[in-house]
Protein backbone atom coordinates (compact mmCIF):
# COMPACT_ATOMS: atom_id res chain seq x y z
CA UNK A 1 0.00 0.00 0.00
CA UNK A 2 1.62 2.91 -0.70
CA UNK A 3 1.66 6.57 0.39
CA UNK A 4 -0.64 9.36 -1.17
CA UNK A 5 1.50 12.58 -2.01
CA UNK A 6 -1.18 14.89 0.38
CA UNK A 7 0.20 12.03 3.39
CA UNK A 8 4.00 11.99 2.14
CA UNK A 9 4.07 15.91 2.12
CA UNK A 10 2.38 16.08 5.82
CA UNK A 11 3.44 16.21 9.01
CA UNK A 12 2.14 14.55 12.07
CA UNK A 13 1.80 16.82 15.24
CA UNK A 14 0.67 16.71 18.72
CA UNK A 15 -0.99 19.54 20.25
CA UNK A 16 -0.98 19.31 24.34
CA UNK A 17 -3.89 20.81 26.27
CA UNK A 18 -1.76 24.25 26.79
CA UNK A 19 -2.47 24.13 22.88
CA UNK A 20 1.61 23.88 22.29
CA UNK A 21 2.43 21.84 19.09
CA UNK A 22 4.82 18.92 19.19
CA UNK A 23 6.36 17.73 16.34
CA UNK A 24 8.26 14.05 16.62
CA UNK A 25 11.94 14.34 16.03
CA UNK A 26 11.55 11.28 13.50
CA UNK A 27 8.68 13.54 11.38
CA UNK A 28 10.98 16.53 11.09
CA UNK A 29 14.08 14.30 10.13
CA UNK A 30 11.55 12.43 7.63
CA UNK A 31 11.15 15.88 6.23
CA UNK A 32 14.63 17.10 6.18
CA UNK A 33 13.69 19.77 8.55
CA UNK A 34 16.83 21.67 10.44
CA UNK A 35 16.56 23.31 13.42
CA UNK A 36 15.61 27.25 12.93
CA UNK A 37 13.29 26.59 9.74
CA UNK A 38 9.60 28.08 9.95
CA UNK A 39 7.33 26.39 9.20
CA UNK A 40 2.99 27.35 8.35
CA UNK A 41 0.22 25.01 9.41
CA UNK A 42 -2.83 24.80 7.32
CA UNK A 43 -6.59 23.74 8.64
CA UNK A 44 -7.09 20.51 6.95
CA UNK A 45 -10.32 21.00 4.51
CA UNK A 46 -13.77 20.22 6.41
CA UNK A 47 -15.71 17.36 4.81
CA UNK A 48 -18.51 18.42 2.73
CA UNK A 49 -16.97 22.05 1.30
CA UNK A 50 -18.29 23.11 -1.98
CA UNK A 51 -16.05 23.26 -4.65
CA UNK A 52 -13.49 21.34 -7.18
CA UNK A 53 -10.34 19.50 -5.88
CA UNK A 54 -8.67 23.08 -6.44
CA UNK A 55 -11.18 25.05 -4.21
CA UNK A 56 -9.59 27.06 -1.81
CA UNK A 57 -6.10 26.45 -2.52
CA UNK A 58 -5.16 29.99 -3.04
CA UNK A 59 -7.51 31.33 0.21
CA UNK A 60 -4.78 33.14 2.24
CA UNK A 61 -2.65 33.91 -0.65
CA UNK A 62 -3.84 37.14 -1.30
CA UNK A 63 -4.76 39.80 1.00
CA UNK A 64 -8.06 40.68 1.91
CA UNK A 65 -7.52 44.29 0.53
CA UNK A 66 -6.41 43.29 -2.91
CA UNK A 67 -9.78 41.15 -3.30
CA UNK A 68 -11.94 44.00 -1.86
CA UNK A 69 -10.18 46.37 -4.71
CA UNK A 70 -10.41 43.72 -7.22
CA UNK A 71 -13.86 43.02 -7.11
CA UNK A 72 -14.78 46.79 -6.54
CA UNK A 73 -12.93 47.16 -9.75
CA UNK A 74 -14.97 44.24 -11.95
CA UNK A 75 -18.28 46.11 -10.32
CA UNK A 76 -17.58 49.74 -11.33
CA UNK A 77 -16.47 48.12 -14.87
CA UNK A 78 -19.66 46.39 -14.98
CA UNK A 79 -21.79 49.22 -13.80
CA UNK A 80 -19.31 51.32 -16.85
CA UNK A 81 -20.29 48.52 -20.02
CA UNK A 82 -23.93 49.19 -18.58
CA UNK A 83 -24.06 52.92 -18.96
CA UNK A 84 -21.91 52.75 -22.42
CA UNK A 85 -24.04 50.14 -23.92
CA UNK A 86 -27.40 52.34 -24.18
CA UNK A 87 -30.90 51.35 -23.90
CA UNK A 88 -31.92 47.77 -25.40
CA UNK A 89 -34.92 47.77 -26.61
CA UNK A 90 -36.62 44.49 -28.19
Known sequence: ????PEIA???EVVVSGDGS???P???LARHGVR???RLRLVKPRVAGRQGGR???????LVPDEVVEAWS???DDDRAERRSAGGPVSG
Open 1 to 4: MGTT
Open 9 to 11: DSF
Open 21 to 23: LTV
Open 25 to 27: AAE
Open 35 to 37: PGT
Open 54 to 60: SAGKLAG
Open 72 to 74: QAL
